[in-house]
C-alpha cells in the first residue's frame, strides 16, 4: 500500500548518500568528458569533435569496435545455445560441474583471460605457429570464451522452462523432431536468445581489457582507442569525443537489450514448470559432439594459462610463482608482484565495503517503487551502461585537480571509488529483487508492534536481507579485484593493483617477466574464484536459518 | 482535549488513490467505536472496507478527515506511535524469528523486561490455545495456527484498538468457523476495542458486538 506524503524529507535525507557519492565520483566526471570534448575555450566546438570523427582512424575503429562485437556475439551464440540444450534442457549425470565449470570464465577477471588467450596464441604458445597473436580471431574467440556463459545462463532457464508438452502436441499433429523444434522451441526460445544477445553484444563493444591485450597495436576498439589517446598520445580531447561516441554505441546498445528484455518478461511470463528431460542413448552423440566444442574453446586457454605459468627455461616449475615475491626490474614494475596483490586487496576491501552499503541504502530506497525511486534506480544504473573506461578517464580529468584546496588526485581510494562506482549497480540489482520479495504486510504487523521506521528495517529487513547482502558484498569484492579498465586509468605506477600489474608484465619482454604475468594471472583467478566461492557459501550458510 | 472514554472516532474520512481517473477508496466516512467494542465492517471486496481500515491504523494518509483516540487527534501519528494492533489475513509473521520471538517482537520495541516478557508470551500463547508453542518455527505451522499467533503477538503489547483485515479468509470453512467463535471470546476477554474487516456476515455476526456495512466508499 502507498504512504502519500507530499515531501518526504527521511528520503530524500537517505538518498543524499549515494547521490553524492555518485555525483562526485561518476556524474561530475562524465560531465567533464563532456565537456572537454565538446566545448574548447569556453565555448561549443563542434567542428573539432567533428574533425576527431571524422579522422579515418576514428572510422577504422568504430568499425573494429562493431564488428568484434558482432562476431562475439554471433560465436557465443553458436555455441552458447546449443550448450544451453546439452546443459540445462537434457538431464544426465555429472552435468552440475560441467555447468559450474562452463560459468568459471565469466567471473574471470578481463585480464587473466586476456592472458590465457594469450598463453595460448604467443609464438612460443600451443596455437602459436598459427599467427593468430593480435589478429581479430584472437580477440573474438576471447570474447566467445568470455561470454558462452552469458547465452548458457540466459537461453540455458528458459529452455528448462519450456514445455515440452506443446513440442509434443506438434509432434502428434505429424511435425518431424526438426520441423517442432523450428516451428515450437525456437519461438518459445527467441525472446531469450535475443535478449542474450543484446547483452552479450553490449558486453563486447564495452570490452576493454581482452582488447588492449590481444589485439596489442594492431587491433583497436573505441574504448582501447580512449586509453591509448590518454597514455600514448596525451590527447585528452580525442580520447574525450570518443568517449562522447562509445557513449551513443552504448545506449543504443542498451535501448537494444532493454527491449529485448521486456519482449523476454513477456514471453516468460506464465508459470514455470519443468521442461527438463533424463538423456537417452540416442542423445550421446549429440551430447557428446556439443560437449567437445565447448570444451574446446573453454579448456585450451585455462589448460595454456597454467601450463605456462609452471614452464620455466629448463622444463617446468615454481619459479615464477617465487619470483612474485621478489623486486622485478624497476623498468619492469617498482614493486614486487605480492605488494600488487596486497594493493588490490586493500582496494577492493574498501571498494566493496563502500559499494555493498551503498547498495544496502539505495535497495531500501527503491524497494517501495514510486517515481522519485525510478530516478533513483536510473541513476546508480547508469555506470552500468558507462564502461568503466569512461568511469576512469573522467575521474582521471576531474580529480586531478584540487578541490576546494584539496588534492586528491593520485590517491589510492580513488581507485576503490572508481570501482565502487563500476560494482554498485550490480550490488543493487542483487539485493533489489529479495528487498521487493518481502511481503509489506511484514513492515506494517511490525510499526503497528511499535517499531520505528529505522526498527522496522533493523528488525525485518535486514535480517531477510542479510544472506543476499553477503552475496553481493562478495560479488563487489571479486568484481573490484579484477577491476581494470577504471583502475589502470587510476591506479599509480608505483602503486599497481595485481590486473595492472599483470597488464604491465604482459607488455615487457623475456621469459621471466611473461612467465611472472601468467603466474600473476592464476593466482588472481584462484582470488577470485575463492572470493566467489565463499560468498555463495556463506549465502547458503545465512540462508539456512531463515 | 483529551475525552476519556470516547474510544475510536473516525470524521469526515475521505482517501483517494491517484490514478486517470482517481479512485476514491473512501470517501467521506463517520465512526465511532466505544471502548470494549468489537465492530464488524462487513462489505463486498473493493468497498474500501480494507482502505478505511489502512486509514485509522496509519498506512494510508488520508486525503481529508481526521482519526482520534479518547478526543486526541492522531490523523498524522506516525503507526508505530499510535498504539493500534493490526492483524492482517496472511503473510505477515517474521518468518525468521520463532513463535515467541514474533509474539514478544511488539514486547521488546516496547522495551519490556525479559522475565515479563516471557511471561506476557506464555499467558498469550496458552489463550490462543498454543501454549507450548514458543520455540516453534513458523514454518511448522498450519494456517490456522499461524493465526492464533498473529492474534497473540498483536495483542501482546496491549494496543487500545485492534483492528482485523480478514483475519479468517485464508482458512478453510470448518477452520474458520471455530476460530471465530475463539476469536471473539479471546478479544472480550482482553475486553479489547475492535473492528474488523470481513466480507463474510455469519463471521461478523459471530465475532462482533455490532456490524456496520460499506459500499462504494461511504458507510450505509
Known amino acids: 500500500m502507498l504512504r502519500r506524503r507530499s515531501l518526504h524529507p527521511a528520503w530524500w535525507a537517505l538518498a543524499a548518500v549515494p547521490v553524492a557519492f555518485l555525483g562526485l565520483f561518476f556524474l561530475w566526471p562524465l560531465l567533464t568528458i563532456l565537456g572537454r570534448g565538446l566545448i574548447v575555450d569556453g565555448h561549443l566546438d563542434v567542428a573539432g569533435a567533428w574533425e576527431v570523427l571524422t579522422e579515418p582512424r576514428t572510422g577504422k575503429v568504430v568499425a573494429t569496435t562493431i564488428w568484434l562485437a558482432l562476431l562475439g556475439t554471433v560465436g557465443s551464440l553458436l555455441l552458447g545455445v546449443p550448450a544451453a540444450y546439452a546443459l540445462f534442457r537434457v538431464r544426465w549425470r555429472g552435468q552440475k560441474a560441467v555447468r559450474a565449470l562452463a560459468t568459471v570464465p565469466f567471473v574471470l577477471p578481463t585480464v587473466v583471460v586476456a592472458a590465457a588467450f594469450s598463453a595460448l596464441l604467443r609464438p612460443s604458445g600451443l596455437l602459436g605457429h598459427f599467427s593468430l597473436d593480435q589478429s581479430m580471431a584472437a580477440v573474438a574467440a576471447a570474447l566467445v570464451f568470455y561470454n558462452v556463459a552469458v547465452v548458457l545462463r540466459v537461453v540455458g532457464g528458459t529452455w528448462a522452462g519450456l514445455d515440452p508438452s506443446t513440442v509434443a502436441a506438434a509432434r502428434v499433429l505429424g511435425a518431424s523432431r526438426w520441423r517442432a523444434f523450428r516451428e515450437v522451441t525456437l519461438p518459445a526460445l527467441m525472446p531469450a536468445v535475443a535478449s542474450a544477445a543484446a547483452i552479450v553484444f553490449l558486453f563486447c563493444a564495452t570490452s576493454f581489457g581482452v582488447v588492449l591485450v590481444l589485439g596489442g597495436t594492431r587491433v583497436s576498439t573505441v574504448e582501447t582507442e580512449i586509453y591509448l589517446q590518454v597514455n600514448q598520445f596525451l590527447d585528452l580531447r580525442a580520447a574525450a569525443v570518443l568517449s562522447i561516441l562509445q557513449l551513443l554505441i552504448v545506449g543504443l546498445a542498451l535501448w537494444v537489450a532493454d527491449q529485448a528484455r521486456k519482449r523476454r518478461e513477456r514471453a516468460t511470463s506464465g508459470k514455470r514448470l519443468d521442461g527438463t528431460r533424463a538423456a ?81 541504502v539505495v535497495a531500501h530506497l527503491v524497494t517501495h517503487r514510486t517515481r522519485r525511486s525510478a530516478l533513483l534506480d536510473t541513476l546508480v544504473m547508469l555506470p552500468l551502461g558507462v564502461s568503466a573506461v569512461m568511469v576512469g578517464l573522467g575521474m582521471l580529468l576531474t580529480l586531478n585537480q584540487p578541490i576546494f584546496g584539496v588534492t586528491i588526485g593520485g590517491s589510492w581510494w580513488l581507485v576503490a571509488a572508481a570501482q565502487a562506482v563500476v560494482a554498485l549497480p550490480l550490488v543493487v540489482r542483487s539485493i533489489v529483487p529479495t528487498a521487493r520479495a518481502i511481503d509489506p504486510h511484514l513492515r506494517m504487523a511490525a510499526s503497528s508492534l511499535g517499531a520505528s521506521p529505522w526498527r522496522v528495517w533493523r528488525t525485518v529487513d535486514w535480517p531477510l536481507l542479510r544472506g543476499t547482502t553477503g552475496l553481493a558484498l562478495g560479488f563487489a569484492f571479486a568484481i573490484a579485484l579484477g577491476e581494470f579498465g577504471a583502475t589502470s586509468f587510476l591506479a599509480r605506477p608505483d602503486r599497481p593493483t595485481l590486473p595492472t600489474a599483470i597488464y604491465r608484465l604482459l607488455g615487457r619482454p623475456g621469459l621471466e617477466n611473461i612467465g611472472m604475468a601468467f603466474a600473476a594471472s592464476v593466482l588472481l583467478a584462484i582470488m577470485t574464484a575463492s572470493v566467489m566461492m565463499a560468498s555463495e557459501r556463506m549465502r547458503t550458510q545465512v540462508g539456512a536459518d531463515l | 482535549m483529551t475525552k476519556n472514554g470516547a474510544g475510536l472516532e473516525v470524521a469526515g474520512l475521505r482517501v483517494t488513490y491517484p490514478g486517470k481517473p482517481p479512485v476514491e477508496a473512501v470517501a467521506g466516512v463517520d465512526l465511532t467505536v466505544v471502548p470494549g467494542q468489537i465492530v464488524g465492517l462487513l462489505g463486498p471486496s473493493g468497498c474500501g472496507k480494507s482502505t478505511l481500515l489502512s486509514a485509522i491504523v496509519g498506512v494510508v494518509e488520508p486525503d481529508a478527515g481526521s482519526v482520534a483516540w479518547d478526543g486526541v487527534d492522531v490523523t498524522h501519528t506516525p503507526i508505530h506511535q499510535r498504539g493500534f494492533g493490526l492483524v492482517f489475513q496472511d503473510g505477515q509473521l517474521f518468518p525468521h524469528r520463532t513463535v515467541a520471538g514474533n509474539v514478544g517482537f511488539g514486547l521488546d520495541m516496547a522495551g519490556v523486561a525479559r522475565a515479563e516478557r516471557d511471561e506476557r508470551i506464555a499467558e498469550l500463547l496458552e489463550v490462543v490455545g498454543l501454549a507450548g508453542y514458543g520455540g516453534r518455527e513458523i514454518t511448522e505451522l498450519s494456517g490456522g495456527q499461524r493465526q492464533r499467533v498473529a492474534v497473540a503477538r498483536s495483542l501482546a503489547p496491549r494496543p487500545r484498538l485492534l483492528l482485523l483485515d480478514e483475519p479468517l479468509s485464508a482458512l478453510d470453512s470448518e477452520l474458520r468457523g471455530r476460530l471465530a467463535t475463539d476469536l471473539g471470546q479471546i478479544l472480550r476477554r482482553y475486553s479489547m476495542t475492535a473492528v474488523m474487516v470481513t466480507h463474510d456476515p455469519r463471521e461478523a455476526e459471530m465475532v462482533c458486538d455490532r456490524v456496520v456495512r460499506m459500499r462504494d466508499g461511504v458507510l450505509l
Open chain 1, 280 to 360: 537417452r542413448r540416442k542423445d550421446v552423440p549429440v551430447l557428446a559432439a556439443i560437449l567437445a566444442a565447448l570444451g574446446l574453446v573453454l579448456l585450451p586457454p585455462l589448460y595454456a594459462l597454467v601450463e605456462r605459468s609452471l614452464r620455466t627455461a629448463s622444463g617446468h616449475g615454481f619459479d615464477h610463482y617465487a619470483a612474485l615475491f621478489q623486486q622485478p626490474g624497476r623498468s619492469v614494475l617498482p614493486v614486487p608482484v605480492w605488494e600488487a596483490a596486497v594493493n588490490s586487496l586493500e582496494t577492493a576491501a574498501l571498494a566493496a565495503a563502500v559499494a555493498t552499503i551503498l547498495g544496502v
